[in-house]
């Protein structure tokens, strides 16, 4: 079953006695640890092989900051007048949430393409489509669950996924968490991770913060991490950049370990990842398979976007990547 079929066959379910397709609540899921917020695909238009829909995430009851904007004509000054601006928070109006995000989403057989939200990636995708196929409508079996695969840029990879010997992922940390000039390099039987460090300063590393720290997070755990962060030297930047790769002779195990390893990455944050092949080492923004697209907007001071045309150019996307050979029908 592709992913389309599944995802068709489940929102022709009944529940309750309500066809999921008719009943926008009934597609309303709870989003994992976080219980004060919910996701739900709201539009969305099935096709032969084509999926194509949104997925919205909200908070109910949430309160939203307004400013009042006012001018006062006693106020003769621009200093007078943002002093008397109100500051105060609401909700939405009755029968309203205000929305956290939307993301715009297509299916087409089992290809997945997302215009991501910061606040809805791939990894909320994987948990709403596994709440929707297995808690919802039993259309997959309770031991089953959704998960996508990151594709590579195979113009940058230099070929497939199986081509690749070892993917780096980088990112910049506004204080040292190891003594200048250490390496580390812990290894187990099937692939080696390393970590290369070196001092540096500059105004963009704050903004990479959060995005460095996760990595280290993720190998050390958070109680490592903030052992490490609490020894680091004061006005120091660590560029840590993370080396997955492999050992091994035989061929399967190559791929095996790169096909995992592309599913495992499908959740890294966006930013510089290198990819080291059969043609060398390759430097890109991302490696990972994505294109820029210029989509209308419902109005131009909205950040809605215009469905129809959304799709359009998502198709266009895919017979593109097609036509190119970056991915295989």
């Not at 084509?50 to 106020?75: E, K």
């Not at 594709?151 to 190891?178: A, K, V, W, Y």
């Not at 958070?222 to 840590?240: C, F, N, R």
């Amino acid at each position: 079953m592709t992913l389309h079929k599944a995802i068709d066959n489940a929102l022709k379910r009944k529940i309750e006695g309500e066809l999921l397709n008719e009943n926008v609540s009934l597609r309303i899921a709870p989003v994992p640890n976080s219980p004060d917020y919910n996701r739900f695909v709201n539009n969305y238009f099935v096709f032969d092989n084509v999926i194509f829909g949104d997925l919205c995430l909200f908070s109910p009851g949430q309160m939203q900051a307004l400013i009042q904007i006012s001018v006062d004509p006693t106020h003769p000054t621009l200093e007078e007048v943002m002093k008397a601006l109100e500051i105060a928070e609401s909700k939405a109006p009755d029968g309203h949430e205000y929305l956290n995000g939307i993301s715009y989403w297509m299916v087409i057989d089992d290809h997945f393409y997302q215009i991501q939200h910061v606040s809805i990636q791939s990894k909320a995708m994987e948990e709403y489509f596994t709440w929707l196929l297995r808690d919802k409508t039993n259309i997959i079996g309770q031991n089953e669950y959704v998960e996508l695969q990151a594709e590579f840029d195979r113009e940058q990879i230099g070929g497939d996924l199986g081509d690749i010997s070892s993917i780096e992922i980088g990112g910049l940390i506004p204080e040292t968490t190891l003594p200048s000039g250490t390496s580390i390099a812990p290894q187990d039987s099937d692939g080696i991770v390393e970590f290369e460090t070196r001092e540096s300063l500059g105004e963009k590393i704050a903004a990479s913060w959060a995005k460095a720290r996760k990595i280290i997070e993720d190998i050390f755990g958070e109680v490592e991490t903030e052992k490490l962060i609490a020894s680091m030297p004061a006005d120091a930047a660590l560029d840590v950049r993370v080396n997955i790769g492999y050992r091994a002779t035989k061929r399967k195990f190559n791929k095996e370990f790169m096909g995992n390893l592309a599913a495992g990455l499908r959740n890294a944050p966006d930013g510089e990842l290198r990819v080291r092949g059969k043609n060398g080492e390759i430097k890109g923004d991302d490696a990972r398979l994505s294109t820029d697209m210029t989509i209308r907007k419902m109005s131009s001071t909205s950040s809605l976007l215009e469905l129809d045309h959304a799709l359009e150019q998502m198709l266009e996307v895919h017979r593109r990547f097609l036509h190119d050979g970056k991915i295989v029908d």
